[in-house]
């Protein structure tokens, strides 16, 4: 059984910085593609960043530049470092799991953390 447990978000003024955490555990962290995705409230879940087993990395266009995705495959854990936050950026963070290849589309991750709120004031 895959768990994925987020923590790490909060409020932030914006500009501040935050860095999330998703934790798993229930099968082998460093075969596994891991992903970021955001909901804002009347609004569909959308891409963040993602980076494989090997360490590739993309992100969406909204946080290039001022996000970062990474691993660390011996504590089974992802992050998301977010600098220079804007009041968009608010949101429910997800991290997700999903096998083989990187994907930008939720469809295709097989597994979901429970999301943490980072909201951005301005």
């Known amino acids: 059984q895959v768990q994925l447990v987020e923590s790490g978000g909060g409020l932030v003024q914006a500009g501040g910085s935050l860095r999330l955490s998703c934790a798993a555990s229930?099968?082998?962290?460093?075969?596994?593609?891991m992903g970021w995705f955001r909901q804002a409230p009347g609004k569909e879940r959308e891409f963040v960043a993602t980076i494989t087993w090997s360490g590739w990395i993309h992100y969406a266009d909204a946080v290039q530049g001022r996000f970062t995705i990474s691993r660390d495959n011996s504590m089974n854990t992802v992050y998301l470092q977010m600098n220079s936050l804007k009041p968009e950026d608010t949101a429910v963070y997800y991290c997700?799991?999903?096998?083989?290849?990187?994907?930008?589309?939720?469809?295709?991750?097989?597994?979901w953390g429970q999301g943490t709120q980072v909201t951005v004031s301005s």
């Open positions: 229930g099968r082998t962290f460093s075969r596994y593609v």
């Open positions: 997700a799991q999903k096998s083989l290849v990187s994907s930008t589309k939720a469809s295709e991750y097989d597994y």
